[in-house]
């Protein structure tokens, strides 16, 4: 799959994705593309739903074991989690969120994660050299909410 998709042959710390964007078309024009067809909202949908739910199960308080916050974080924990699902999550949340019409089920989710991994989820971007991405995300996620009023 080297030759269709970026990310595969290398580290497993980049997303997956097509090299060129006529094989992203393909796949998502289902009377082309048939058994391989992917329906792109119900696929963010998914991904929105599995990364609040990664960040849900594993951002904690110190997730980079500092000895102090009192400190800029060392560089040899910045840029990076051990869990690479968590890293995406944080990153990419806001991206798939904006592409999933409002729903219940999510605002709760969306809820329960503002009540109590919000904290964790900034110091996890501070750690992974990404706190510029908040901003963007937690507009998206306001501008996601107010469809709902």
């Known amino acids: 799959m080297g030759a269709l998709l970026y990310g595969v042959t290398g580290p497993n710390t980049t997303p997956i994705r097509p090299l060129h964007t006529s094989f992203r078309d393909y ?15 119900d696929h963010h949908k998914q991904l929105c739903y599995g990364s609040i739910k990664t960040m849900l199960k594993y951002l904690h308080f110190n997730i980079g074991d500092l000895v102090t916050s009192h400190r800029p974080n060392p560089e040899k924990i910045q840029g990076q ?69």
Request: proline share 2%.
């Open 81 to 149: 989690l051990d869990n690479l699902s968590l890293s995406y999550s944080c990153c990419y949340w806001g991206y798939h969120l904006q592409e999933v019409p409002y729903e219940e089920d999510l605002s709760k989710c969306m809820g329960v994660w503002l009540k109590h991994k919000l904290l964790y989820w900034f110091e996890a971007l501070s750690v992974l050299r990404k706190v510029n991405a908040s901003r963007p995300a937690l507009l998206k996620l306001e501008q996601w909410f107010q469809v709902s009023l």
């Open 27 to 41: 796949l998502m024009e289902q009377g082309q593309s048939e058994e391989f067809y992917m329906n792109g909202a």
